[in-house]
Nanobody
Framework: QVQLVESGGGSVQAGGSLRLSCAASGRTFSYYAMGWFRRAPGKEREFVAAISCRAASTAYSDSVTGRFTISRDNAENTVYLQMSSLDPEETAVYYC??????????????WGQGTQVTVSS
Protein backbone atom coordinates (compact mmCIF):
# COMPACT_ATOMS: atom_id res chain seq x y z
CA GLN A 1 0.00 0.00 0.00
CA VAL A 2 1.52 3.28 -1.13
CA GLN A 3 1.16 6.10 1.35
CA LEU A 4 1.87 9.75 0.64
CA VAL A 5 1.96 12.33 3.40
CA GLU A 6 2.26 15.99 2.52
CA SER A 7 3.53 18.72 4.80
CA GLY A 8 4.67 22.33 4.60
CA GLY A 9 1.44 24.03 3.68
CA GLY A 10 0.27 27.15 5.42
CA SER A 11 -0.47 30.81 4.97
CA VAL A 12 1.80 33.22 3.16
CA GLN A 13 1.49 36.71 1.76
CA ALA A 14 1.46 37.38 -1.96
CA GLY A 15 4.97 37.23 -3.35
CA GLY A 16 6.10 34.88 -0.63
CA SER A 17 7.51 31.38 -0.74
CA LEU A 18 6.71 27.98 0.66
CA ARG A 19 8.23 24.53 0.36
CA LEU A 20 6.00 21.50 0.36
CA SER A 21 7.23 18.03 1.20
CA CYS A 22 5.76 14.62 0.53
CA ALA A 23 6.99 11.53 2.31
CA ALA A 24 6.29 8.29 0.49
CA SER A 25 6.19 4.73 1.72
CA GLY A 26 4.98 1.34 0.59
CA ARG A 27 7.13 0.70 -2.48
CA THR A 28 10.57 1.42 -3.90
CA PHE A 29 10.43 5.19 -4.19
CA SER A 30 13.24 5.57 -6.70
CA TYR A 31 11.45 3.41 -9.30
CA TYR A 32 8.58 5.80 -9.95
CA ALA A 33 7.83 9.31 -11.07
CA MET A 34 6.20 11.74 -8.66
CA GLY A 35 4.10 14.83 -9.07
CA TRP A 36 2.20 17.70 -7.51
CA PHE A 37 -1.34 18.79 -8.33
CA ARG A 38 -3.62 21.39 -6.81
CA ARG A 39 -7.31 22.14 -6.48
CA ALA A 40 -8.43 25.71 -5.93
CA PRO A 41 -11.87 26.46 -4.44
CA GLY A 42 -14.56 25.86 -7.04
CA LYS A 43 -12.12 24.55 -9.63
CA GLU A 44 -10.98 21.19 -10.87
CA ARG A 45 -7.72 19.63 -9.84
CA GLU A 46 -4.86 20.70 -12.06
CA PHE A 47 -1.35 19.53 -12.77
CA VAL A 48 1.46 21.57 -11.24
CA ALA A 49 4.72 19.67 -11.66
CA ALA A 50 6.22 16.22 -12.12
CA ILE A 51 9.61 14.60 -11.82
CA SER A 52 10.95 11.34 -13.22
CA CYS A 53 12.20 8.51 -11.04
CA ARG A 54 15.81 9.68 -10.85
CA ALA A 55 15.10 13.37 -11.41
CA ALA A 56 16.49 13.38 -14.92
CA SER A 57 13.33 15.02 -16.23
CA THR A 58 10.85 17.51 -14.85
CA ALA A 59 7.70 19.12 -16.15
CA TYR A 60 5.71 22.15 -15.05
CA SER A 61 2.43 23.76 -15.89
CA ASP A 62 2.81 27.00 -17.80
CA SER A 63 1.47 29.01 -14.88
CA VAL A 64 4.23 27.95 -12.46
CA THR A 65 7.21 27.63 -14.79
CA GLY A 66 10.06 29.71 -13.52
CA ARG A 67 8.59 30.09 -10.03
CA PHE A 68 8.15 26.54 -8.76
CA THR A 69 10.77 23.82 -8.55
CA ILE A 70 10.10 20.14 -8.02
CA SER A 71 12.85 17.95 -6.61
CA ARG A 72 13.26 14.62 -4.89
CA ASP A 73 15.54 12.86 -2.45
CA ASN A 74 15.41 9.16 -3.19
CA ALA A 75 17.44 8.34 -0.10
CA GLU A 76 14.76 10.00 2.02
CA ASN A 77 11.76 8.85 -0.07
CA THR A 78 10.63 12.44 -0.29
CA VAL A 79 9.56 14.78 -3.05
CA TYR A 80 9.51 18.55 -2.67
CA LEU A 81 7.84 21.52 -4.28
CA GLN A 82 9.56 24.85 -3.77
CA MET A 83 7.12 27.64 -4.56
CA SER A 84 8.02 31.29 -4.91
CA SER A 85 6.32 34.51 -5.99
CA LEU A 86 3.01 33.08 -4.88
CA ASP A 87 -0.20 34.71 -6.01
CA PRO A 88 -3.53 34.72 -4.13
CA GLU A 89 -5.06 32.81 -7.04
CA GLU A 90 -2.76 29.94 -6.13
CA THR A 91 -4.62 29.37 -2.92
CA ALA A 92 -5.50 25.70 -3.11
CA VAL A 93 -5.10 22.28 -1.64
CA TYR A 94 -1.87 20.84 -2.99
CA TYR A 95 -1.69 17.10 -3.54
CA CYS A 96 1.28 14.84 -3.85
CA UNK A 97 0.87 12.11 -6.46
CA UNK A 98 2.72 8.93 -7.34
CA UNK A 99 2.88 7.51 -10.84
CA UNK A 100 3.16 3.86 -11.80
CA UNK A 101 6.07 4.28 -14.19
CA UNK A 102 9.54 5.79 -14.19
CA UNK A 103 8.28 8.77 -16.17
CA UNK A 104 5.12 10.83 -15.80
CA UNK A 105 3.50 9.78 -19.06
CA UNK A 106 0.36 8.40 -17.48
CA UNK A 107 -1.99 9.45 -14.72
CA UNK A 108 -0.94 9.09 -11.09
CA UNK A 109 -2.26 6.07 -9.30
CA UNK A 110 -1.77 7.24 -5.73
CA TRP A 111 -2.63 10.47 -3.97
CA GLY A 112 -1.91 12.12 -0.68
CA GLN A 113 -4.58 13.77 1.40
CA GLY A 114 -3.41 17.23 0.48
CA THR A 115 -2.02 20.25 2.25
CA GLN A 116 -3.65 23.66 2.25
CA VAL A 117 -1.78 26.64 0.86
CA THR A 118 -3.36 30.03 1.42
CA VAL A 119 -1.92 33.13 -0.23
CA SER A 120 -3.20 36.43 1.05
CA SER A 121 -3.03 39.75 -0.78
Amino acid sequence: QVQLVESGGGSVQAGGSLRLSCAASGRTFSYYAMGWFRRAPGKEREFVAAISCRAASTAYSDSVTGRFTISRDNAENTVYLQMSSLDPEETAVYYCAAYTRRYYNDMPAYWGQGTQVTVSS
